[in-house]
Nanobody
Framework: QVQLVESGGGLVQAGGSLRLSCEAS????????MGWFRQAPGKEREFVAA????????YYADSVKGRFTISRDSAKNTVPLQMKSLKPEDTAVYYC????????????????WGQGTQVTVSS
């Protein structure tokens, strides 16, 4: 009943910024924790950031802490990921996920996934 669509990916120069968005249809995000994961070619999917149902607690991978910010908007149906000081190693397909009860860092604990959006950071 929850469909997630990512947007905002693209090409950016190292040091630049991008803002990804995860938008929901069918149900609001109020009952779900939300997460962002990414997967680079030939590598395992890795946790990026997550936010609790209330929006009061956030989690970040060490590799992005201080550079990326996850949040919820007032409508509780959009979860942006603001990415700053981007590095070539941030290049990946970024996926948005939603779950009722999650371990924030574990992709297998989320119930719904978006299609992904490509982020490419040039060096």
């Amino acid at each position: 009943q929850v469909q997630l669509v990512e947007s905002g990916g693209g090409l950016v120069q190292a040091g630049g910024s991008l803002r990804l968005s995860c938008e929901a249809s069918g149900r609001t995000f109020s009952d779900y924790s939300m997460g962002w994961f990414r997967q680079a070619p030939g590598k395992e999917r890795e946790f990026v950031a997550a936010i609790t149902k209330s929006g009061g607690i956030t989690y970040y991978a060490d590799s992005v802490k201080g550079r990326f910010t996850i949040s919820r908007d007032s409508a509780k149906n959009t979860v942006p990921l603001q990415m700053k000081s981007l590095k070539p190693e941030d290049t990946a397909v970024y996926y948005c996920a939603a779950g009722r009860t999650v371990v924030p860092t574990l992709w297998g604990t989320y119930d719904y996934w978006g299609q992904g959006t490509q982020v490419t950071v040039s060096s």
